[in-house]
């Protein structure tokens, strides 16, 4: 059974740096498209950054400079590197899988907790 699961989530510091994880499974990895993605309570989810196969990137305004998106497909895992944290970076954080980067994704993770504190 295909599956994403996001790590590394939890409390971090404002403008530090942290790094979240999204490792697949039953899934042909290395052939899809990666996103990440955040959510708010009571927003709507917000595209954060994407990956192809061929490891072409994109990120989204808000964390544009600031973050970056890798991956590593012989462990299977897509990456999130966060740096000069803000407050409004605060969310829950999930990795989705799709075709390309401008499809719905298909395949979406559990979602894991970035809280970023004073």
């Known amino acids: 059974q295909a599956q994403l699961v996001e790590s590394g989530g939890g409390l971090v510091q404002a403008g530090g740096s942290h790094r979240l994880s999204c490792v697949a499974s039953?899934?042909?990895?290395?052939?899809?498209?990666v996103g990440w993605y955040r959510q708010i309570p009571g927003q709507r989810r917000e595209y954060v950054a994407g990956?192809?196969?061929?490891?072409?990137?994109s990120v989204g305004d808000s964390v544009l400079g600031r973050f970056i998106i890798s991956r590593d497909d012989a462990k299977n895992t897509v990456y999130l590197q966060m740096n000069s944290l803000e407050f409004s970076d605060t969310a829950v954080y999930f990795c989705?899988?799709?075709?390309?980067?401008?499809?719905?994704?298909?395949?979406w993770g559990q979602g894991t907790q970035v809280t970023v504190t004073p």
């Open positions: 989705a899988a799709m075709r390309a980067l401008n499809v719905e994704p298909h395949l």
């Open positions: 039953g899934t042909n990895f290395q052939f899809y498209a």
């Open positions: 990956i192809t196969p061929s490891g072409n990137t």
